[in-house]
């Protein structure tokens, strides 16, 4: 990736609000970055990357300045979204599994999934993760997959005109 392309993407970033401190610590002295990134994984079903692919188009066609907006920035302000909708979300314990499953793959029931993967900072994936920590009180089977459908509907109930621009 060229500096110019990254220097556009850092401006993107700034411009969504997006925190930019190099470290956060947490109150069990874990240091996450907001500016390492890792590829994060996910087995979506085809609606809901369809639904990224035309977030996208409709974030591009704003504005030129977002010219190089992505799925993963899509992914990455949908977090932003739901972190500013849930300011005092705790920290999961550190005796607490991490869920890394995937979810189910293929053709489920006639449902066709997608094995996809998006670039998060590790803040933000402990943010996610720590989010489904908090979701699973109340409902035990809540994973990646209901997260990105709660990611999904905050970015619908945020942009409403986009439904409209992408008919």
């Known amino acids: 990736m060229s500096k110019n392309k990254i220097q556009n993407s850092d401006s993107l970033i700034d411009s969504l609000g997006i925190e930019t401190e190099k470290l956060i610590t947490n109150e069990n002295e874990e240091i996450f970055s907001t500016t390492k990134f890792v590829s994060f994984p996910f087995n979506l079903e085809m609606e809901k990357v369809e639904f990224l692919r035309n977030f996208v188009l409709f974030k591009r066609s704003?504005?030129?300045?977002?010219?190089?907006?992505?799925?993963?920035?899509?992914?990455?302000?949908?977090?932003?979204l739901l972190q500013n909708e849930n300011p005092n979300l705790e920290q999961r314990p550190k005796s607490v599994k991490i869920p890394t499953r995937l979810g189910t793959r293929g053709n489920l029931n006639g449902t066709v999934k997608l094995k996809t993967s998006y670039y998060i900072s590790?803040?933000?994936?402990?943010?996610?993760?720590?989010?489904?920590?908090?979701?699973?009180?109340?409902?035990?089977?809540?994973?990646?997959?209901?997260?990105?459908?709660?990611?999904?509907?905050?970015?619908?109930?945020?942009?409403p005109k986009m439904k409209k621009a992408t008919k």
Request: aromatic share 18%.
């Open 62 to 80: 704003l504005s030129p300045d977002y010219f190089h907006y992505n799925n993963s920035h899509a992914v990455r302000e949908g977090i932003l």
């Open 122 to 159: 590790e803040a933000e994936k402990n943010f996610m993760y720590n989010y489904i920590y908090q979701m699973q009180s109340s409902k035990p089977h809540f994973s990646k997959t209901e997260f990105m459908e709660d990611l999904i509907s905050i970015l619908s109930s945020t942009y």
